[in-house]
Nanobody
Framework: QVQLVESGGGLVQAGGSLRLSCAASGRIVSINAMGWYRQAPGKQRELVAVITSGGVTNYADSVKGRFTLSRDNAKNTVYLQMNSLKPEDTAVYYC??????????????WGQGTQVTVSS
């Protein structure tokens, strides 16, 4: 059974930094893209950043220049370094991975979510 385990959320003041981690485990054959989405109260879930197995990244315009997504393929882990945080970054952040597990098919998996709160 595939699991995405997230860590690193919390409360920080505006201008501060946080680092999120997400580790995928289970009978994983291959992972294509991994990344982060977020959902603020009353809003739809939106893409924050995604990285392919080849290291190509894509960021939401709202986080470009402030957030950096990296990936350790050997550990099936992605890291989201968030700098210059703003109150509008406050949301539940969800890890996502598009992967195939042994005996399965390619599909999306989601973590349980981690709260990021930025105070003004």
């Amino acid at each position: 059974q595939v699991q995405l385990v997230e860590s690193g959320g919390g409360l920080v003041q505006a201008g501060g930094s946080l680092r999120l981690s997400c580790a995928a485990s289970g009978r994983i054959v291959s992972i294509n893209a991994m990344g982060w989405y977020r959902q603020a109260p009353g809003k739809q879930r939106e893409l924050v950043a995604v990285i392919t197995s080849g290291g190509v990244t894509n960021y939401a315009d709202s986080v470009k220049g402030r957030f950096t997504l990296s990936r350790d393929n050997a550990k099936n882990t992605v890291y989201l370094q968030m700098n210059s945080l703003k109150p509008e970054d406050t949301a539940v952040y969800y890890c996502n991975a598009y992967l195939i597990e042994n005996g399965g098919t390619w599909r999306n998996y989601w973590g349980q979510g981690t709260q990021v709160t930025v105070s003004s």
